[in-house]
């Protein structure tokens, strides 16, 4: 039930963002342009309150069937509100009265989400054949519609001739290796609050007021079993521990930078948070190379990422792009950074035989509504890294690839998605590692090739948070790879994950990060290819207990769940899910069934 109240909340906040699309959009009109004085608009209220037998029973799973036919509704009545020639400023202000009496948020972030993204809406539906189950799509899933319904499949251009499959040959004792740390979901909130409400009735807490019992006060270094962030003292504290004990070769850095106060949020709060968590990563880590990707909440509003071309200069990602490019340009070369500026992606050598890829995954994000407009080949990111690729085989060169959003998520789109895996199919011995962010937990996702064996041909990597949002210890993420000589792999050898003691950290002001797992000692792995991860995936399925234990890492010792049958077929199934919108790869499940889950477990 807790479930589905936040999926009802959120599609009906879903639908108070479009209904700006419908009003204030020179290019639609469902009625013409009226003169007269505008009418009042009880009848239309009245018309909305008409559905309020049904969004209650919504709001309290008593009709869990008719979700997508609550969303729909909701879609329906704006539409009407418009057609009665109610006047552009009255019905933003009857949007926010019915995003209170409907009880999706409070009065505060109902005011300020209007605003958020009411550009970005308008301008998307001016140019948009709107229509419920559409939009209902977005907000819910494929339960609602088909996504080739919105999103027609797509193909980019690959080259014949792959080469022949090799076998790997395991790196000897001795050999050089890499140390590279993985941070992830950082969220730092800058108006993170000590004593602070941590239960405050918001999407994020921890930031105002001051709890009445101590149970409900925000903690010094951050708070568990609650909606919060994490201050910047706790990511300060990361990395002076990554600086003095880890001491890594090189550092990825995967996205998600700013809080999850998304309805109150500016580009220029949003370049603040990355310039200063960049700032900081070079005061402690001066001599470390760092390799930055995107995540969805660096813009402003959350998930909005025009591809380039698409709109106008004043509501394009121009401010972001060019702002990232300055600031990464702390540690990437000149020849890097034009696609940074451009689209937010490039390639850079890290060393003669080692390159690293860093995408914009936000390019497959199904929150991204500027893609409605045209999702194929956003920036022409992924014919790019094609080219990347054909370059580097023909070299010699490896390749490790970054990104945000896992492309096997049912929220990274069925085009890009698809596309991208037959790209890892075709170079699948030039790309030696994926790694990705954005879900918060800890796990990786298997990918298969398309010829008759089916062989595994890659997998991503999924680092854990270092926010505690929600309700999870703050982790920090370090492999070993092969390392820099002649003739290395460059693949993962092992992964250790490390946890932030918050508990012990508040109530005595000791600052521990204490190892987890490795993935050596926990699982018996010492070497992170295709074909053993394959192995691992295998053994989860055929041993419950190993599972359990595995599943107990996957939630950081924190809120004692436990996976019952239907959650131990969906998290196998997750492992095997490499591309997204692929019903034949879990038969016994659902997409509907899977996505469900998902969003569950969403705390991106």
């Known amino acids: 039930k807790q479930w589905y109240q936040r999926r009802v909340r959120g599609c009906a906040m879903f639908v108070i963002y479009l209904s700006l699309c419908l009003i204030g959009s020179s290019g639609f009109h469902l009625t013409p342009p009226r003169t007269e004085e505008p009418k009042n608009h009880s009848t239309a209220v009245d018309f909305l309150r008409t559905t309020n037998k049904t969004i209650d029973a919504l709001l309290k799973g008593e009709l869990l069937n008719t979700k997508c036919l609550g969303c729909e509704v909701f879609v329906e009545v704006l539409q009407v509100l418009v057609q009665q020639n109610v006047s552009k400023t009255e019905i933003v202000s009857l949007i926010r009265d019915a995003c209170i009496y409907l009880h999706i948020e409070d009065k505060r972030v109902c005011s300020f989400i209007v605003q958020e993204f009411r550009e970005e809406f308008i301008t998307v539906a001016a140019k948009l054949l709107l229509h419920p189950e559409w939009l209902c799509y977005a907000a819910i899933g494929p339960e609602c519609g088909e996504p080739a319904d919105l999103f027609p499949m797509w193909n980019i251009t690959i ?40 239960d405050c009735g918001e999407p994020l807490c921890c930031r105002e007021g001051r709890g009445q019992h101590e149970s409900d006060q925000a903690g010094y270094w951050g708070s568990l079993r609650a909606e919060c962030d994490i201050p910047l003292r706790t990511y300060q504290n990361a990395l002076k521990f990554i600086a003095e004990e880890i001491k890594p070769d090189l550092v990825i850095w995967t996205g998600d930078i700013p809080a999850h106060d998304v309805w109150n949020q500016s580009r220029s709060e949003q370049q603040h948070h990355i310039g200063l968590t960049a700032q900081l990563m070079r005061e402690y880590l001066p001599r470390t190379r760092v390799y930055p990707a995107l995540g969805n909440h660096e813009s402003s509003p959350v998930d909005s990422f025009p591809p380039p071309g698409l709109t106008s200069k004043a509501l394009s990602n121009d401010w972001l792009n060019l702002y990232v490019q300055k600031i990464w340009s702390l540690w990437l070369p000149p020849e890097a950074l034009p696609t940074v500026g451009y689209a937010g992606y490039y390639a850079v050598q890290h060393s003669e035989e080692l390159r690293i890829v860093s995408l914009n995954t936000m390019y497959c994000d199904a929150l991204n509504f500027w893609l409605y407009l045209d999702n194929t080949d956003p920036g022409g990111q992924l014919q790019w890294l094609v080219q990347e690729l054909t370059w580097a085989e023909k070299a010699g060169i490896k390749v490790i690839i970054l990104g945000h959003i896992p492309t096997g998520r049912i929220d990274c789109l069925k085009s890009f998605s698809w596309n991208f895996y037959r790209i890892v199919d075709r170079f699948e011995s030039t790309i030696v590692g994926q790694f990705m962010g954005h879900t918060h ?80 000692s926990a699982y018996n792995l010492t070497w992170l290819v295709p074909d053993e991860m394959e192995a691992l995936v295998t053994r989860l399925e055929g041993d419950r207990s190993f599972f359990n234990k595995t599943y107990y890492n996957y ?50």
């Open 441 to 520: 937990l800890d796990h990786f996702m298997m990918q298969y090739s398309e010829e008759a064996d089916h062989h595994p041909t890659s997998y991503q990597f999924v680092s854990p948070s270092l926010t505690t949002f929600a309700d999870l210890r703050p982790s920090i993420r370090v492999y070993t790879f092969d390392g820099l000589y002649s003739g290395s792999t460059y693949r993962p050898l092992k992964h250790e994950t490390y946890l932030f003691d918050m508990d012990r950290a508040n109530s005595k002001n000791e600052t521990v990060w204490e190892l987890e797992y490795d993935t050596e």
């Open 159 to 198: 080259p014949g001739d792959k080469p022949t499959r090799q076998p790997l040959v395991r790196p000897k004792e001795g050999y050089p290796t890499l140390r590279v740390v993985q941070l992830s979901d950082v969220h730092v909130d800058l108006q993170y609050t000590y004593k602070g409400v941590k």
């Open 555 to 604: 939630m950081y010792h924190t809120n004692g769940n436990t996976c019952d049958d239907d959650c131990y077929q969906y998290e196998l199934c997750q492992l095997r899910t490499g591309r997204s919108h692929d019903p034949t790869i879990c038969p016994a499940m659902s997409l509907e069934e899977r996505r469900k889950r998902e969003l569950k477990n969403k705390m991106c």
